[in-house]
């Protein structure tokens, strides 16, 4: 591996672990039991490195995205995996990683609203339309508000605002926001398959 994906290796590592405000050159350093001099040859800052490290992470998660989106035999299954795969990622990352993106490295920031407003809405409309031609989702939906609707809901959840770290954790939200948006979604076909899902038996009136 080369010395710059060696150190941006090192560095998500402990941004996912300590948040990206509390890391410092000199923690990535020592991480890397690497001299200060070196890590600077190749990153003239912080921000150089939270620049690259958001721009490979991207990257990669395009590709698990995809993988996962793959797996899934009708709409309503790749959202239950897609949660399930997202549900393991945010078990390994700091709440206030997007709060630090947001307020310290805005140039990582714009990289990341990119990617939410292309990639990611283009997956959600993908599953809506995929979903409705199943029949699993409504028919009546409204694509393009209900895609921008489910797409505000991911930075939703890691708004201290909203959620104050210290009473929910992001895979209880995470869970909780993906399960209420298929329930809005879904016909009577696809509310049998979420219960199948959730191994849940609903009496029927």
């Known amino acids: 591996m080369e010395i710059k994906d060696r150190i941006l290796v090192a560095a998500v590592e402990l941004f996912m672990r300590n948040g990206i ?10 991480q890397l039991a690497m001299s200060k001099k070196t890590l600077y040859k190749w990153f003239e800052n912080k921000d150089q490195i939270v620049h690259g490290v958001m721009q490979k992470y ?11 989106f793959a797996t899934g035999s009708n709409a309503l299954e790749e959202m239950y995996n897609l949660m399930h795969w997202h549900k393991k990622t945010l078990s ?3 709440p206030s990683i997007f709060f630090d993106l947001q307020k310290y ?3 990582a920031w714009a ?4 990617h939410k407003n292309t990639f990611i809405l283009s997956k959600i409309i993908e599953n809506l339309r995929r979903g409705i031609s199943e029949g699993v989702y409504r028919a009546d939906i409204d694509v393009e508000v209900i895609a921008r609707i ?3 809901e991911i930075e939703i959840i890691f708004d201290p605002k909203v959620f104050p770290t210290r009473e929910f954790d992001l895979q209880r939200i ?4 993906v399960e209420h948006y298929l329930a809005g979604i879904s016909s009577l076909k696809g509310h049998k398959l979420i219960n ?3 191994n849940v038996t609903e009496p029927e009136a």
């Open 21 to 30: 405000r509390s890391v410092s050159m000199d923690d990535i350093a020592t």
């Open 58 to 68: 991207l990257l990669s998660e395009e590709v698990e995205c995809e993988n996962v």
């Open 92 to 94: 390994n990352v700091h």
């Open 105 to 107: 490295h805005p140039q």
């Open 111 to 114: 990289l990341f609203e990119q």
């Open 150 to 152: 489910r797409l505000a």
């Open 174 to 177: 995470h869970i909780a926001c």
């Open 196 to 198: 199948k899902y959730r």
